[in-house]
């Protein structure tokens, strides 16, 4: 087994933000709209150190900036699924944060199609059940530069930096307009219900998804469903960072105790 934990790799599209010999639990997580693998690096210190952490960078941005931007969501997980293929070696729990949380549950539902391994549990945050979701019309991804980013200078999240500078402001709207017609033309999949825990994860001031659309997740898994609301709004990468951590632990008790 140590030999497969050492020679995992990823593409460019999988960030390992800390790779470890000692992984006994991979942690693959798919950012929000116009994010990359660093937004998840705050999780880093809050993880035990076993947990390797794997975390999604689309085209287009931090190393892939001279790569073409996709707007097919089925067109990334397929640009995904040879990259993400190597590191499922290991016991694994998917992360979708916010709208990443499609792109998670369609990863977790591709790999059941396709007999693959299923993961110990899938975490989603930020986000209504399908169940629950509704595209705004028109959809973000068609709206004004101007009206697009307001929307997601409210939703929080954005470095002030980028808001001060012209050029990466530009460069900002490319990325959010092709990531958002992705998780705005990518449907989820029909399908029963999971056959493995959902927990999701919210905040308690979250002004754009509601704890009764957050709560719509329970019919999407057959096992156990938690919510865990926060003290925080619509986005709470950061505060999160602490109950990502229980939640790596007790998977790696479970393990652990056969």
């Known amino acids: 087994m140590n030999g497969g934990i050492t020679n995992a790799a990823a593409g460019r599209g999988v960030a390992r933000l800390r790779p470890t ?3 006994r639990l991979r942690m693959f997580c798919f ?3 116009g994010a990359g693998a660093a937004a998840f690096k705050p999780w880093l210190d809050q993880l035990p150190p076993e947990v390797d952490l794997c975390a999604v960078r ?3 941005r931090e190393n892939r900036l001279r790569e073409a931007l996709l707007t097919d969501g089925h067109a990334l997980l397929d640009d995904l699924r040879p990259q993400l293929a190597p590191l499922l070696d290991l016991p694994f729990v998917v992360v979708g944060h916010c709208s ?7 990863f977790v539902r591709r790999l059941g199609a396709e007999g693959g391994p299923q993961p110990l549990e899938l975490v989603v945050s930020s986000s209504e059940g399908p169940q629950a979701r ?4 028109p959809p973000l991804h068609r709206r004004p530069p101007g009206e697009l980013i307001a929307r997601v200078v409210k939703y929080g999240g954005m470095a002030e930096q980028v808001l001060d500078d012209p050029d990466l402001m530009a460069m900002f709207e490319r990325i959010l307009r092709a990531d958002y017609q992705i998780v705005e033309t990518l449907e989820y999949s029909p399908g029963p219900p999971l056959d493995l825990p959902v927990t999701v994860v919210g905040g308690r001031r979250d002004e754009f998804v509601s704890c009764q ?3 719509a997740w329970s019919a999407e898994t057959s096992r156990e469903f938690s919510l865990h609301l926060l003290d925080a709004g619509h ?3 950061n505060e999160a960072g602490a109950l990502m951590g229980r939640i790596a632990r007790r998977l790696l008790e479970r393990k652990a105790d056969g």
């Open 21 to 23: 010999e000692q992984a």
């Open 134 to 137: 509704t595209i705004e019309d």
């Open 235 to 237: 986005y709470i990468l």
């Open 58 to 60: 689309p085209p287009g």
């Open 213 to 215: 659309a957050m709560a």
């Open 100 to 106: 990443g949380s499609v792109l998670a549950t369609e």
């Open 31 to 33: 950012p929000h709209v």
